[in-house]
């Protein structure tokens, strides 16, 4: 009961802490890094694992099942853009230059959710931003070899009291594989980036909210764009981008939301 009590708090809290313009920030910051984001973890993949097509192929269709159908004609340039290329010492600094900002951004987002009054250091900030980036490495391998066994189960026989399960395992590994991915990523973030002592069961609450919603916003924003707004009528040629843009705020909005459900469920422990 009182995750739901929790839930109503959380949507006051949102706009009281002006979470709609915080989303803004992380906005332009996820957009600015995205491509350099994808560039440093397809190139660490690729300095550690070898340079495997098949994982190479993995990994992009699984950044792009993070944005909805309707934003197809930028996830595909980002295809061509995010490939696996050698990377140097130079390279590495300048990825990950870019990918910080967004982390900074989400910080300091969280700083202001969770009333806390004094910063990390710029050192520990970095510190926490380099175990977050090889926990969420870890978990796409994981993720990865999950997938791969899925594919291959078709391939055997398996029963259970004579029934044959082998295509409702493989299709629940290659759906559900990609959910707990997403749900393990944000509990890492509600737990780590707060600076302040966050349980790592209301992280994980705050995790499934924003797993769950994003998916459902999915599903809601496409249709809503396909049906419902008249964005190519204003915009033009710029459509494109524009709902690229606005998926990109809306997932941010989620995010906050989750972080300030985290934050609410901690008041009240």
């Not at 350099?36 to 070898?50: E, K, N």
């Not at 098949?54 to 990994?59: A, I, K, Q």
């Not at 302040?196 to 916003?217: M, P, W």
Request: glycine share 6%; aromatic share 18%; hydrophobic share 55%.
């Amino acid at each position: 009961m009182y995750l739901i009590r929790s839930l109503g708090s959380t949507v006051s809290s949102f706009f009281r802490d002006e979470c709609h313009h915080l989303a803004a920030s992380i906005t332009y910051f996820l957009i600015l890094s995205i491509v350099p984001l994808g560039l440093l973890l397809v190139s660490l993949f690729g300095h550690i694992l070898g340079e495997n097509q098949e994982l190479y192929r993995y990994l992009l269709s699984k950044l792009t099942t993070f944005f909805p159908e309707v934003t197809s004609g930028i996830t595909n340039e980002m295809k061509k853009l995010i490939s696996y290329r050698g990377i140097s010492i130079i390279t590495f600094f300048i990825y990950g230059f870019f990918a910080l900002q967004l982390f900074y951004s989400a910080e300091h987002a969280m700083d202001v959710i969770f009333k806390v009054p004094k910063k990390r250091h710029f050192l520990f900030s970095l510190l926490w931003t380099l175990l977050i980036v090889t926990l969420v490495i870890i978990f796409w391998i994981v993720s990865f070899t999950v997938s791969s066994i899925a594919s291959m189960l078709p391939h055997f026989q398996i029963t259970l009291f004579d029934i044959g399960l082998k295509r409702w395992v493989a299709v629940s590994l290659g759906y559900v594989a990609p959910f707990i991915l997403i749900m393990l990523s944000a509990t890492t973030v509600y737990w780590i980036v707060p600076h302040v002592k966050v349980g790592l069961k209301n992280a994980f609450y705050g995790a499934v909210l924003f797993t769950v919603l994003g998916e459902i916003a999915k599903h809601l924003f496409t249709w809503m764009v396909r049906h419902v707004s008249y964005i190519g009528t204003i915009y033009g040629s710029l459509t494109t981008f524009i709902i690229f843009l606005l998926w990109m705020y809306y997932v941010s909005c989620i995010f906050l939301l989750g972080g300030e459900f985290v934050n609410s469920l901690s008041r009240r422990s």
